[in-house]
């Protein structure tokens, strides 16, 4: 049996009972995935139909080289039963992409990398807000990190984030090419969002945007 003891004032997994739905599991989705599982959520869905690539390598650092070419939510489910142990987290993996029209409830985390699928994401989650207590939005540029967390049923923050923080792949800032992401940016990505799902659970304040530039410029 797994002893959280030492985490219980935090987080107490048994008496979170909300399942978790991580959408992406790249960059940020692989390093969710192992948080949450690690923390004792007894339910997670990830949704991805991507294969791990080479390139993604250094920067899914929670996966093995070993499984590139296959599905990342293959790897991500092989590296979770290694990590706690076949069986002990309800994994749930789904080989395709979130639409407006997929099912979605309890906690909702996006780790998409574009707005197209963001928007489709949202649109999906505003639609089934009474379900959805807990919505968080994660991003990455460069070294610059932006998590957005609120429930979707405060429709003042979700007029703000509709309104300002939702625009085209076009409007998105461009990066240079090696610039779309690091391996520790994902990690910090990670820890941000494992803390606010501990405060969601301790229904304590969620800041609305946490964003931080890195860089040193």
Known sequence: MRDFSDQTNIFDPSKFTWPVHIVGAGGIGNIVVQLLAKMG?????????????TRNGP????????YVGQLKIDAARATVDFLVGEGAVKLITHNERVTKDTALEGVVI??????????EIWECVK????????YVDARSSG??????????????AAE????DWM???????????GARNIGYIAAMIGGEIARIV???????????????DLSNN
Request: aromatic residues 12%.
């Open 167 to 177: 625009y085209s792949d076009s409007e998105a800032s461009k990066l240079e090419c």
């Open 41 to 53: 959520v007894q339910e997670i869905h990830l949704w991805d139909d991507d294969v791990l690539e």
């Open 59 to 66: 920067v899914e650092i929670a996966y093995s080289e070993a």
């Open 198 to 212: 501990t405060r969601f659970h301790r229904d304590l304040p969620i800041e609305f945007r946490t964003a931080r």
């Open 160 to 163: 703000e984030y509709t309104e």
């Open 143 to 156: 070294e610059e990190i932006m998590v957005f967390g609120f429930s979707p049923a405060d429709f003042a």
């Open 110 to 119: 996006s780790g998409v990398d574009s707005m197209a699928s963001r928007a």
């Open 127 to 134: 639609d089934n807000f009474l379900g959805i207590p807990l």
